[in-house]
Structures are given as C-alpha cells and as structure tokens.
C-alpha cells in the first residue's frame, strides 16, 4: 500500500492513533467512537506492519457502544451571559460572566433572552460575599451556590474554569433527559467476560512477531496461498480442522495454577481523556471524574458498573511502583507468585547464615543497612541484593523482614479474623484451644489465600529457628514476644487495647509454631 488510505470502521469505532519514531501514525487497541481513521501506511517497517495487522485482528472483537458519545456530541454548549457595564467588587476568579449583585428575576431574564446554554455568575442579594451559578437548560433556570478554593465546584468535582463546571453541567443534564432509561441498564448487557483482558477465561493470544505474521500475510492487501480464508479469522487448526476460538481449551501451567487468589478491584475515581467504559462498552461521558479506573491493573469503567465486576483483579507490575507497603495479594498476583519474593528471600537468607546468630530476629539490625533492604526490593523486586557481600548483618536482613510485615495495608492476619483469633487464644482447655484457632485459620484459607501461604511459610521458618535455640536463644516463647504484634494488627489500633491483649497474640503464635503441621494443614 502507498500514500495515504482512510480506512472507515463498519462498527463506528475507530483506534486511537500515537506517534512512532518512524514518523508513522499507528494504530492500537484504544476506541474511539464515530470517526475515520488516517493512517500513514507508506511506512514499511516491522511495527507498523504488525500493528496494522494486530488492527484488522481486534476490530470485530469488542464492540464499543457509540450512543453515549454521540449524545455527549449533541448537548449544549455553554454559553457566557456577558456583562456589559463595571461590577464593582467582582472577585477575581470571575470573569465577563460576572454581572454583581443583580437580583434572581433580572439574571433569569437575562439567561432566557440568551437561550439553551447560557450561564452567568451572580452575587447573593441576601447573603452579600456568596455567589451563585444562574444556568439554562431545558427551558428552565437553575441556580446554584457556587464555591472556589483555588478551582471552582458547586459539589465534588473541582475544574480550572467556569465554562469547564457548565459544560460538565450540560453534558449530565442533556445524558439525564435524553438516556436515563439506558443509563439503568447499560450493565445489562456487557462486553466484560466476553472480550476483556481481565476474563476469566481468555483467549489464545495472536502472534506478534513480525516474521510470523509476515508468513500469513502480506501488507500489499491480498491473501497469500497458505492464508485461512475470511470465515476462518481468529480460530485455530487442530489435524487439519479449524476451530472456532471460544471452543479452545488452553492448559494452565502449574505456575499459574499456584497464584489463582481472588482479588478485588481497587477502584479510585478517575479523570479519563475519551473513554469507554471496559465493562458495558458504552461511553463514559463527561469531562472529569467521568469513571473509576482499577489502581492495581488499570481496569476502567462506570461507578455503576463497578459494582458488577467480579473479584478477578491481575495487578499490572508497571502501575505497582513498589513492594513494601503495598496490599499482599495485589503484590503476589502482580509478580506471578505464590508469596511475595521478600518472604522467600529473606528467609532463605536467614536460614543460610542467620540460625546460629544468638538474638536473630530480637537484635536490630543498622538502620541504614534495613533502609537498603527496603529500597533494593523496591527498585529491583527479585533481583534485590541483599547477600552477604552486599549485607554483612544478618540482623538487618531479619529487620527489613519483619519491617515489610509491619506495613502490610492489611496485616498476615487480617483485621475480620483478629477477634477470632483473640478469642480463641482466651479459651483455656487446650483442645478447644487448638480446634478454634485451627478452624480460624481454616477461614483465613478461604478468604484470602495468599495471607494464608505467607503465614504458613513465616511461621514453618520460624519453627526451624526456634530448632536452633541452643545457640541462637530464640525459643518459642521468645520468636512469640517477637512476632505476635508483627502479625497482628488490632482494628482500632488502640495501644492499651494491644498492651492487654499482647500475652493472645504471643499465645496464637506459639500454637502456630508448636502444632504447625495441624493448623496448617492446607
């Protein structure tokens, strides 16, 4: 292909478009709705090649629904009411818009003279120093207490101008009037488990190398010999026979078998660019805040339809910038692991060098050497140094260990089961004893599954420490003292409340040690 080929979407979605070093306009997986494509095909090197193909491969796949974006396009526009005459007093972050303080009955005049639209900033004739948004729309007037903190609002959303806060307005009042039916029930129908990236099952990923797609495909636009025909895109050949893509059963590795943990989404609200909702596949209208976007694996979609999205969250490594601090499952399921590489690595240092070393775990280590710990993992995850030759002081190692604990969001046990626990530690028949705190940590098994492998991991290692007592005085009782607060947390974090309930939590995690191959028998 040469020069310039404006290819049109049947399905009203069109790709975004972002600039290459080679100077070409490629074309990716971000929809946008109602719009041609410009691409510059001249370009024949290999990224654009792949991507032009990737582009006819995923076009039919997800359906994005146009009908809210072309509502947002056909809602009024704002509209300045503009003062003609000096306002005394006019505040500065107020502009022509501003007519002082002119009574309710002048300014709605004045907004009807000037039609659908229309906005004007007045001042409080009864409550001289407040101000008020004097708004058009739907044949109406509509006021409201306007505020400015350095950005303007009337509710939540903050924006850098008066003319942005109208024109949020308009587009929600015009999606109120004109979709409130679908609005109801866009999650009805989505496009969620059948075509996201975050699906349960998903499908078999097209091949991206350039050499691969060049032997079934040539860029000039006709098929080569060895070509599926049309009706066979997007399927695969077993014997000879092609199958349909959503009848393929892929294998998972034992890898993947291992992190399978639920995970909920961590929703923030979000300010997107244009964007469709990765849930339903309708737009997400407005100017700011039009949506939440998933802080772990950058899922975005509709505050309404968050709530129908399941908990199969798979954090994305790039948007988690750290490893300390950071929740336990998000961590595992981001690194593709059963616990999260600190454990691992720092027990298996401890364990090689640190059994022996009299008060390991009890002694603090440097402080600068525990800082370094923490920055290593933080900056390079697994491949963190933390050796002899680059950390002489095992106590370090041991510190920056159970440091990582201490800031885990939700602690190894976390705050719904601390009661149970608690509880469990006060009964005074051993038997009963042991069955509570078995069954308690049987309910952590089946609510959060990482916690579970992290706690059964820390304290099997901290069993094989407490083997070692002879030399390095760290009995059971003593790694008790020690990790008891490390692992719980209390929920309202009263220091009286945890000083009282220290000997509980010292008496868990003896049982943990003593009884390990009972409690943890999952």
């Excluded at 587009?171 to 349960?200: C, G, L, Q, R």
């Amino acid at each position: 292909m040469n020069g310039l080929v404006d290819f049109k979407m049947k399905s009203s979605v069109f790709m975004e478009t972002s600039f290459l070093n080679c100077g070409a306009i490629m074309l990716n997986s971000s929809s946008f709705a109602n719009n041609s494509l410009l691409h510059t095909s001249h370009c024949q090197c290999n990224w654009c090649k792949v991507d032009l193909r990737n582009f006819y491969l995923r076009k039919d796949k997800v359906r994005f629904k146009p009908k809210l974006y072309q509502l947002q396009l056909k809602a009024p526009k704002p509209m300045k009411v503009i003062c003609k005459t000096p306002s005394p007093g006019k505040p500065p972050y107020y502009g022509k818009e501003y007519h002082g303080a002119v009574s309710r009955d002048v300014a709605d005049w004045l907004l009807q003279e000037a039609g659908e639209g229309s906005y004007l900033v007045r001042e409080s004739q009864r409550a001289p120093g407040s101000y008020t948004l004097g708004l058009r729309y739907g044949g109406m007037t509509r006021n409201y207490k306007l505020f400015y903190d350095g950005m303007h609002y009337i509710a939540d959303k903050r924006f850098n101008s008066m003319n942005d806060l109208v024109e949020d307005g308009l587009i929600h009042f015009y999606m109120e009037d004109k979709a409130a039916d679908y609005i109801k029930v866009m999650d009805a129908e989505p496009i969620y488990d059948k075509h996201s990236k975050y699906a349960t099952v998903r499908l078999p990923r097209q091949r991206s190398s350039v050499d691969n797609m060049e032997q079934h495909h040539n860029f000039s636009g006709h098929r080569l010999e060895d070509e599926r025909p049309p009706e066979y895109n997007n399927q695969s050949v077993v014997d000879g026979t092609y199958i349909p893509a959503d009848k393929i059963i892929v294998p998972r590795t034992a890898e993947e078998i291992v992190v399978q943990y639920e995970k909920a989404h961590n929703f923030k609200v979000h300010t997107f660019g244009l964007h469709w909702c990765e849930y339903c596949g309708n737009f997400m209208w407005g100017l700011i805040a039009q949506g939440v976007k998933c802080t772990d694996c950058g899922l975005s979609v509709h505050k309404q339809c968050c709530k129908q999205i399941p908990q199969d969250c798979m954090p994305d490594k790039r948007l988690i910038k750290r490893v300390y601090g950071i929740d336990l499952t998000t961590l595992v399921k981001a690194h593709n692991t059963t616990r999260p590489m600190v454990v691992d690595m720092c027990i298996k240092e401890i364990e090689s060098r640190g059994l022996d070393i009299e008060g390991i775990y009890r002694v603090p280590g440097m402080l600068d050497d525990v800082d370094y710990i923490q920055h290593s993992f933080d900056n390079d995850n697994e491949n963190a140094k933390i050796g002899p030759v680059d950390v002489s002081d095992i106590n370090a190692v041991a510190g920056a260990f159970k440091l990582f604990l201490r800031q885990l969001p939700i602690p190894l046990i976390p705050f719904e089961l601390y009661e149970k626990f608690m509880n469990a530690a006060k009964i005074t028949n051993e038997h009963e004893r042991s069955d509570s705190i078995y069954n308690a940590t049987k309910e952590l098994h089946s609510i959060k599954q990482a916690h579970y492998q992290t706690l059964k991991c820390v304290t099997d290692h901290l069993r094989r420490v407490s083997q070692h007592q002879e030399k390095n005085k760290m009995s059971v009782e003593n790694i008790a003292i020690v990790f008891g607060p490390t692992i719980f947390r209390s929920p309202d974090d009263q220091s009286l409340n945890n000083l009282i309930l220290l000997q509980f939590q010292k008496k868990v995690v003896e049982m943990f040690l003593e009884e390990h191959e009972k409690i943890f028998d999952k």
